[in-house]
């Protein structure tokens, strides 16, 4: 059984600033933690519009959040703007993204996510997409593999991993999570607290997905579809989403379009870590439509 934690439930409400009568976007539904805590503040009049690219998650969210007043729909979150527009509704209250990666995507067979699995190399959030963490590991370029890995991953040893997996790729494709994730290790040599594999892995969940500009799109349809007073609310999970994040706020308050109310980016607990360790690296930010 797969235990789902939301993060920063209490911050999140406070920022979004739940109106009662209102309409709300989780455009990252997920399984529905968060769209479950925001739809116990909501009137009969309130709504919420839940989106997730997942299959599998969208079916676990449909059975959490059964209430007449919830519209779930398959999309990638950079598509905001048209699902929200295909419901009818016209302006909404507040759009919220958690960028995470859920641990029932961590933890679920045939996913390929994690380097402790003995499973091929997949990271697709939707499992239509043709591209895999296969296909780049073992096609790309080695400087586009290191490229990738010192951009998205922050991997000080991007450029003799990518030495490794071609080296290795000349004797036999690589195909397997655990297969890379002893390349990496064996380029570090030394292990720390922190798995070797760590930043490899989500620079290539990240090329996998194109988060990068699915975050920047995901964000400027927002401005699309809030109403004026309507807010942002997002959490990031490392620094290159949460400096993406950052970015268009500061360039989006510049231009008249949002009023920061997040100085700094707000993080979790210490009580809230303890009790869920996967929410040490957040870091939640927000803004008001103007």
Same mark, same amino acid.
């Given at each position: 059984m797969i235990i789902h !934690?939301?993060?920063?439930?209490?911050?999140?409400?406070? &920022? !979004?600033?739940?109106?009662?009568?209102?309409?709300?976007?989780?455009?990252?539904?997920?399984?529905?933690?968060?769209?479950?805590?925001?739809?116990? !503040?909501?009137?009969?009049?309130?709504?919420?519009?839940?989106?997730?690219?997942?299959?599998?998650?969208?079916?676990?969210?449909?059975?959490?959040?059964?209430d007449r007043r919830v519209i779930l729909k398959k999309g990638k979150f950079s598509e905001v703007k048209d699902i929200v527009g295909e419901t009818g509704l016209h302006g909404v209250d507040?759009?919220?993204?958690?960028?995470? &990666?859920?641990?029932?995507?961590?933890?679920?067979?045939?996913?390929?996510?994690?380097?402790?699995?003995?499973?091929?190399?997949?990271?697709?959030?939707?499992?239509?997409?043709?591209?895999?963490?296969?296909?780049? &590991?073992?096609t790309y370029q080695e400087s586009e593999l290191e490229r990738i890995f010192r951009e998205y991953g922050e991997e000080k040893y991007a450029k003799r991993i990518a030495k490794a997996i071609g080296a290795h790729r000349m004797k036999k494709r690589v195909t397997m999570c655990t297969e890379l994730a002893e390349i990496v290790s064996a380029v570090y040599r030394r292990r720390g607290r922190i798995h070797p594999a760590t930043k490899t892995f989500q620079a290539l969940r990240i090329a996998v997905n194109d988060e990068v500009a699915e975050i920047e799109k995901g964000l400027e349809g927002s401005m699309d579809v809030l109403r004026s007073g309507g807010r942002l609310c997002t959490i990031s999970y490392h620094s290159l989403e949460d400096r993406t994040v950052k970015n268009f706020m500061r360039d989006a308050q510049k231009d008249g379009l949002v009023r920061i109310i997040t100085k700094k980016p707000l993080s979790p607990s210490h009580d809230e870590v303890r009790s869920n360790p996967s929410s040490r690296s957040a870091k939640l930010r927000g803004a008001e439509r103007l």
């Amino acid at each position: 059984m797969i235990i789902h !934690l939301p993060v920063m439930v209490r911050e999140v409400l406070e &920022v !979004l600033g739940i109106a009662p009568g209102g309409t709300y976007v989780d455009a990252t539904v997920g399984l529905g933690g968060h769209a479950e805590r925001i739809l116990g !503040l909501l009137n009969a009049e309130g709504r919420i519009i839940g989106i997730d690219r997942d299959e599998e998650a969208l079916r676990m969210a449909r059975e959490r959040l059964t209430d007449r007043r919830v519209i779930l729909k398959k999309g990638k979150f950079s598509e905001v703007k048209d699902i929200v527009g295909e419901t009818g509704l016209h302006g909404v209250d507040g759009v919220f993204f958690d960028f995470g &990666v859920s641990m029932m995507q961590f933890r679920a067979p045939g996913r390929g996510f994690s380097f402790h699995a003995e499973e091929p190399l997949d990271m697709r959030m939707n499992g239509t997409q043709r591209m895999k963490a296969e296909d780049i &590991v073992n096609t790309y370029q080695e400087s586009e593999l290191e490229r990738i890995f010192r951009e998205y991953g922050e991997e000080k040893y991007a450029k003799r991993i990518a030495k490794a997996i071609g080296a290795h790729r000349m004797k036999k494709r690589v195909t397997m999570c655990t297969e890379l994730a002893e390349i990496v290790s064996a380029v570090y040599r030394r292990r720390g607290r922190i798995h070797p594999a760590t930043k490899t892995f989500q620079a290539l969940r990240i090329a996998v997905n194109d988060e990068v500009a699915e975050i920047e799109k995901g964000l400027e349809g927002s401005m699309d579809v809030l109403r004026s007073g309507g807010r942002l609310c997002t959490i990031s999970y490392h620094s290159l989403e949460d400096r993406t994040v950052k970015n268009f706020m500061r360039d989006a308050q510049k231009d008249g379009l949002v009023r920061i109310i997040t100085k700094k980016p707000l993080s979790p607990s210490h009580d809230e870590v303890r009790s869920n360790p996967s929410s040490r690296s957040a870091k939640l930010r927000g803004a008001e439509r103007l």
